[in-house]
């Protein structure tokens, strides 16, 4: 895959290195056309470090702007107003105005990056609309400061993997629910699990890239989740529950990665108002929770349901029991099982061992948890 990046004369230049460092660790290659005003705040040298080729400064007897033209994808980031309005009037009088306007001819995707002051950006919002009429993707910008400035280099990455894949899941409307629910003792004390949230952000990354419009559902998080996604955040299971009453009506496919509370504590404890006196023994006493994914297929019949089994330390043949029996419970599609005991992954970890079960099994050995996303993904592909 080749993307051509193109490094305009806003301060944000300051970032491009190492958003085309990032898009090469995705094994992206990067072509760079700089402006001269981006020569003015970076050196093409820096550029041509981090892409590892030769930067465009000025169009030759080589016709770049028609060879780097039919490209995968045309990325200016970041993207001045002067830019983004003279492509809206199709005016080529420099190497990247050239390049975008034969790319569009060709129509190869592009997507522009804002990065300016506030009330330039506002100014331009007409040249903007005109060309997201013509179908040019924009990545908003992160507005503080009276500024829009730069996003988050890996949520552009995520919006370049994006119009770049073959976008499966185009169309499909995905639900992810991640990290750990909280179940409050009293208003300081509560009990929860050990779970980071990376495999749910994970798979939502991955359904964002092959096209799909992700929403996630957050209980207690470890790791960011991406600006990208509509997110709705949650603490309890109670709460959690409610959540989804809402929003699985309107959804194709949910992916319950969450690990939700097995116990609460007792409704009386959890209305205490003051804090619990450490002076004295306290006796807990739990209930069961109730069983949130078997009631998913009840709000919507027609959702295509993954669901995850969590065990501790047992064997391969007792996970797969347990999970099919939860399978059976709420008639789930897909079963995603794991030992959290394992070394090296689990709760917190970079990397997971798991075994898919529907009407096979696949057993998934110690990778990373984004190559479980991928897998989890390619099968709900082939079963949907």
Excluded: W
């Excluded at 996003?151 to 919006?159: A, G, K, M, Y």
């Excluded at 959540?243 to 319950?256: A, M, P, R, T």
Aim: hydrophobic share 40%; aromatic share 6%; glycine share 4%.
């Amino acid at each position: 895959m080749e993307i051509v990046l193109c490094v305009t004369g806003s301060v944000a230049a300051i970032e491009a290195v190492k958003l085309a460092r990032e898009l090469r660790r995705h094994k992206i290659e990067v072509k760079c056309f700089m402006s001269d005003d981006a020569c003015e705040i970076i050196h093409p040298n820096a550029m041509e470090f981090a892409t590892d080729q030769e930067v465009i400064l000025e169009l030759t007897g080589k016709i770049e702007h028609v060879k780097y033209a039919q490209t995968d994808l045309v990325l200016v980031a970041p993207a001045t107003a002067n830019v983004i309005s003279k492509f809206a009037y199709k005016i080529a009088d420099n190497p990247i105005n050239t390049l975008l306007i034969t790319a569009f001819g060709y129509k190869t995707p592009i997507i522009f990056v804002p990065s300016m002051h506030y009330s330039m950006y506002q100014a331009i919002l007409e040249n903007i609309h005109k060309l997201e009429n013509d179908g040019i993707k924009f990545i908003k910008p992160k507005i503080e400061e009276n500024k829009a400035k730069f996003p988050d280099i890996n949520d552009i990455v995520l919006h370049a993997l994006r119009e770049t894949s073959d976008k499966s899941l185009k169309g499909k409307k995905i639900l992810v629910s991640a990290g750990a629910t909280y179940e409050a003792i009293d208003p300081v004390r509560g009990i929860t699990n050990r779970s980071s949230g990376k495999t749910g952000v994970e798979i939502a990354r991955e359904a964002f890239i092959r096209g799909a419009d992700v929403t996630i559902l957050c209980g207690r998080m470890d790791v960011p989740v991406p600006r990208i996604f509509k997110v709705v955040k949650v603490e309890s299971t109670e709460e959690m529950q409610g959540e989804l009453k809402k929003l699985l009506k309107n959804q194709d496919i949910f992916i319950s990665a969450a690990a939700v509370s097995d116990f609460i504590p007792e409704k009386s404890v959890q209305e205490n108002v003051d804090k619990i006196s450490s002076d004295n023994d306290f006796i807990l006493k739990l209930k069961r929770a109730p069983k949130i994914i078997n009631s998913v297929k009840k709000i919507n019949p027609d959702i295509f349901l993954v669901g995850f089994k969590a065990e501790y330390n047992v064997s391969d043949e007792q996970l797969i029991d347990s999970a099919r029996r939860k399978m059976k419970e709420s008639s789930a599609d897909i079963m995603v099982a794991n030992d959290v005991a394992i070394k090296d992954g689990g709760f917190g970890s970079d990397k997971n061992e798991i075994i898919i079960i529907d009407e096979d099994v696949f057993s998934v050995p110690l990778t990373s948890k984004r190559e479980i996303s991928q897998r989890i993904l390619d099968r709900v592909i082939e079963k949907i």
